[in-house]
């Protein structure tokens, strides 16, 4: 689970590094998923139970970036 979590920060980061040299829009479109996409990953990966609220707040956000993404594409 270390190995996989240090991995998974190295390659977010690495990530975060190329888009920040693009674009700054789609860096900080990276930043604002960590959050979302790090409560996924406990629940997928350690079982973790998320409320009404958190599955909201996580799709909201998706939906979100979703839409943003097809209104400057």
Known sequence: ALLLAASGEVGGFCL????????????????SLFAAFAVLGATVLFGERMSRGQWSGFALIVVGVGVLSAVHG
């Open 16 to 31: 975060y590094s190329v888009a920040a040299h693009r674009s700054l829009a789609i860096a900080a479109v990276l930043g």
